[in-house]
């Protein structure tokens, strides 16, 4: 029988196996009808290592969505065990990008009959400056909110949305249009008084030998990702995990997860007008907001910002580079796919 080493964080709501959800422990179930199941519940990230340490030639099955697979990659990648990694995911429920960008079913259930009959293929990684590995997307931004660091990564559901941008722009839909724009704008205005969000700042961003911006005209975020969109729990109102504000990376239709390429999406709408604009999806394509080209290698200087990878805070730079490492990263996906 195959061996598997599962992965999943215990610490969320889950109703079923000691803190795992139900729909998990269901695949659990599914895979041992076919599969030498092992089980490991990382709560520290010694956990995590030791468990790795022990796998022996399991292939391992992360259970969560891109955060979870951030880490579980980033210990391997510690390690230097990456490449004789066979990776495989359990996501659970829509949060993961990276899954739904390789055809992995966002269903656990279903998403275990691919652990179990998929195929192996390779995808890109992108690794920083100080050697840390980005399976998905990393987000860069300037936050007014107090920075709250975290042992382990927040599961699905805990991302702290903020701005009720989302909800306000599809009630005050109703003849709003343009004409509700400063309504919406000004709503924004008030609850960032209270909850502090993206704050413009200036860089120099250089995407191979191109420069998309030399600090004469601040950004709001920048997002470098391999991943088509984030889920849409994220849509509108920031990436799950991240308090950097709106998500750029809704611009990265065309990313690819195995192409040797990153898609690198500035957004410019630094005003509160154009923000309300971006909730509303009001001019969202105007290039004047957001700029995306495509890149091997990304460098960002300039003011201090706050790094936020696959949805894990990640602290902050001046500086640093992001290179595509191509091929790097083995995960079982669907045969059709």
């Known amino acids: ?5 599962v992965v999943t964080n215990p610490d969320g709501d889950g109703s079923g196996d000691q ?14 009808t076919q599969a030498d199941v092992h089980v490991c519940k990382v709560s520290m990230p010694g956990d995590l290592d030791g468990a790795l340490h022990r796998r022996g030639g399991r292939k391992i099955v992360v259970a969560g969505g891109d955060s979870d697979l951030h880490t579980v990659v980033g210990a391997l990648h510690k390690r230097n065990e990456l490449d004789d990694a066979v990776l495989a995911i359990l996501p659970d429920g829509p949060e993961s990008d990276f899954a739904r960008s390789a055809g992995i ?8 009959e691919v652990v179990l009959h998929g195929v192996e293929r390779r995808f890109d990684l992108l690794e920083d400056c100080r050697g840390d590995i980005v399976v998905s997307t990393v987000h860069l931004g300037v936050s007014g909110r107090p920075h709250r660091p975290r042992i382990w990564p927040m599961r699905s559901g805990e991302a702290d949305v903020g701005s009720s941008g ?18 919406l704008a000004a709503l924004h205005a008030l609850h960032d008084a209270d909850h502090p969000r993206a704050r413009p700042f200036h860089v120099r961003i250089e995407a ?16 470098v990702t391999n991943s088509t969109s984030p889920s849409p729990n994220a849509a509108a109102e920031g ?3 991240s308090d950097d504000g709106p998500d750029p990376d809704r611009s990265a239709a065309d990313a690819e997860l195995a ?12 005003d509160p007008i154009a923000r309300a604009r971006r909730a509303l999806k009001l001019g969202h394509d105007n290039d004047d907001d957001t700029v995306t080209v495509r890149a091997r290698r990304v460098s960002v200087a300039g003011q201090r910002f706050r790094l936020n990878s696959d949805g894990q805070d990640s602290g902050t730079e001046r500086r640093c580079t992001w290179n595509v490492v191509p091929q790097r990263l083995r995960v079982i996906v669907p045969a059709d796919s």
């Open 1 to 5: 029988m195959e061996s598997l080493l």
């Open 19 to 32: 803190g795992i959800p139900d729909s998990i422990s269901e695949a659990i179930g599914i895979l041992r």
């Open 105 to 112: 079913p966002d269903d656990p259930a279903r998403a275990a």
């Open 166 to 183: 989302g909800t306000v722009g599809s009630g005050g839909a109703d003849g709003a249009g343009l004409a509700g724009i400063p309504v």
């Open 208 to 223: 191979d030998d191109q420069v998309v911006t030399d600090f004469d005209r601040p950004v709001l975020q920048v997002a």
């Open 239 to 241: 990436t799950a995990g």
């Open 259 to 270: 192409d040797g390429y990153v898609d690198v999406v500035v957004n410019f709408a630094v």
